[in-house]
């Protein structure tokens, strides 16, 4: 087992919208403050989204990107990881607007298409900031996150092959562990990979902690020691499942975009006090947090110098 472990933190995402917690970053000022406060608690890579600041709404707009980008960049020595996945009701031109201006180390990458269904959320509510919410919300019981093949081929040569980035490749179930051996087979991506197991998503693999074993097994099976595992879970089973993936040598991933709470009936106050919860699981249980540069070592990274902001 690694003594260091990665720390990500995904600081606000497609998932939850701003009226769910008065503490979710929407302003490129409140998602810069929350970046840095989590940088300096421990998280060496920061996985971020944006968000149109007067709507709220999701967006990958290179104009909402650079509003926040290189005041991070000043602030603080992470790893910025952009999505690439943005929200499933983009086209895949406007989700890669962001990350192709900027150019950064690291970006995300979604490994198959899905159904992405929120719809239940919607129930847990009464009151809501913006009008698109509910319906977007409502809407996802026909929501298809396209990811496809080409798709797949058509990022990892934007952002890879012509930009020099590396891929957190987020793996919701087991068939996507076998697209990216797919893709590793033909020589489009190489080693190591950096695999983000996403649990807890009605539509990819359940938060169940068989499953998180067999994603370990089968990628243990595809990948032999060319790869890092990152676990997150959705909801309430955030923190244990960090926990467990931290038990077993794994990196974790944690943040108000994946979960709004720090404890049961608890809305975390920040996403810093999420880091710094799963930092302490994991110095308890013999790890040790890996730095940024330590991190950027680990998994191969072009370097923050290289970047286009």
Request: proline share 5%; glycine share 8%; with cysteine.
């Amino acid at each position: 087992m690694s003594e260091k472990i990665i720390i990500t933190c995904a600081i606000t995402g497609s998932i939850h919208t701003p009226s769910m917690s008065p503490h979710l970053p929407v302003t490129a000022a409140e998602i810069t403050r929350q970046s840095i406060d989590a940088a300096e608690a421990g998280a060496a890579i920061l996985h971020l989204h944006a968000r149109n600041p007067q709507t709220g709404q999701p967006s990958a707009s290179a104009e909402d990107f650079m509003g926040f980008l290189p005041q991070l960049k000043a602030g603080c020595d992470a790893v910025l990881n952009l999505t690439t996945g943005g929200s499933a009701v983009m086209s895949l031109d406007e989700r890669l607007e962001g990350p192709l201006r900027a150019e950064p180390e690291m970006c995300s990458l979604n490994m198959g298409t899905m159904n992405f269904a929120l719809y239940s959320l919607a129930a847990r509510y009464d009151t809501w900031q913006h009008a698109w919410e509910k319906p977007f919300l409502l809407n996802s019981d026909d929501l298809v996150f396209k990811n496809t093949p080409k798709d797949i081929a058509h990022v990892l040569a934007r952002m890879g092959q012509e930009r020099g980035a590396r891929f957190e490749f987020e793996c919701y179930d087991v068939s996507h562990l076998y697209m990216l051996r797919h893709f590793a087979d033909r020589g489009l991506v190489k080693p190591p990979f950096f695999i983000q197991f996403v649990f807890g998503v009605l539509g990819g693999i359940g938060a169940d902690p068989e499953n998180l074993q067999h994603m370990r097994r089968i990628a243990d099976k595809l990948f032999g020691e060319d790869y890092l595992f990152s676990v997150l879970a959705a909801g309430r089973q955030q923190i244990p499942f960090a926990a467990m993936a931290a038990s077993m040598g794994g990196h974790v991933r944690v943040g108000l975009e994946d979960n709004l709470y720090i404890a049961k009936g608890e809305l975390a106050r920040s996403n810093a006090e999420q880091v710094g919860k799963i930092r302490r699981i994991a110095e308890e249980l013999g790890r040790s947090v890996a730095s940024p540069d330590e991190a950027r070592q680990m998994l191969g990274l072009k370097g923050g110098d290289r970047t286009a902001f």
